[in-house]
């Protein structure tokens, strides 16, 4: 069995696993820290979920690297052999507000490339994931990549601090010019929203690698186009202001701003 499907195979079922530790957890009272500010929370099971996969992606490829949000992982400098990227909890504040409306997410690179991602939308139940070169699948099914239309053509999603900062105003004019604006607060999950075609753009500001690598293997594989807000490519050893667009609506986005 190849490298990656041994992986895939994993992947699929850690995440079931992981879905079953949040079940479990629903009659348990959530343990909730704030990180650097009144809305950056962590919970217990951010932290459990972050440990679970990092052991076993550890005892199972002993070589690799891991870049975990909740502090798991390792601290990278760099992205050479194998690299896998975790998001335990996408969407966190949902989870403690909603208690829906957040994704699982994970994602390999090899020597800075992206080779498979993974985003579990967990109250859905639906595993979206993608393998460089095969496709883009929803629980195993092959998706097609959606029409490449244009801003004034479809839905812009977008993130609260852009909404809610000045120093962004020009991208709220950009979105002026989309059918509308939308915004789930999940990185993980807007990018299922242009997997499916719902959303013709998702740009959002402080995105982590985690919020960035499964969606930009998927997206690729569409034929979208993620870049940072100068149209350069985005830096998984940072955070990054984040475009992710088809093809049509990148160029208005990033040219006419
Ligand atoms: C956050 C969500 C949110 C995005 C933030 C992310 P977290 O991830 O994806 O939609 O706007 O930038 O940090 O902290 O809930 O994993
Ligand atoms: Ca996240
Ligand atoms: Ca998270």
Known sequence: MSEINKRDQLIKQWIKETAEMIEDAKEE?????????????????????????????RSNFPEDRICG???????????????????????????????ENFAVMIAVYEEGKGVQGYIYDVTSKKLYHGIKGQGVFCNDKPLSAP????????????????MTQDAFSEYRVI???SMGVRMLGSAG?????????????????KLSPW????????????GYKISNFSGEPVNLLKTNQTIFSTARAFDEIVTNK
Do not use: C, H
Not at 78 to 94: E, H, K, M, R
Not at 192 to 205: C, F, H, Q, R, S
Not at 211 to 222: C, S, V
């Open 29 to 57: 009272s959530l343990k909730v820290e704030e990180k650097s500010a009144r809305n950056d929370l962590v919970t217990n099971m951010d932290k459990q979920i972050e440990e679970a996969l990092t052991n076993k992606i």
């Open 69 to 99: 949000e909740e502090g798991f992982g390792d601290n990278l400098e760099d992205l050479n052999g194998t690299v896998w990227f975790i998001d335990p909890i996408d969407g966190t504040l949902n989870f403690v507000l909603q208690q």
């Open 189 to 205: 999950l807007e990018v299922i929203e242009l997997i499916k075609g719902n959303v013709i753009a998702y740009v959002a500001t």
């Open 211 to 222: 919020d960035i690598a499964p969606g930009k293997i998927m997206l690729e594989e569409f």
């Open 147 to 162: 029409e490449n239309k244009g801003l004034s053509e479809g839905l812009m999603a977008t993130n609260s601090q852009l």
């Open 175 to 177: 979105a002026g010019k």
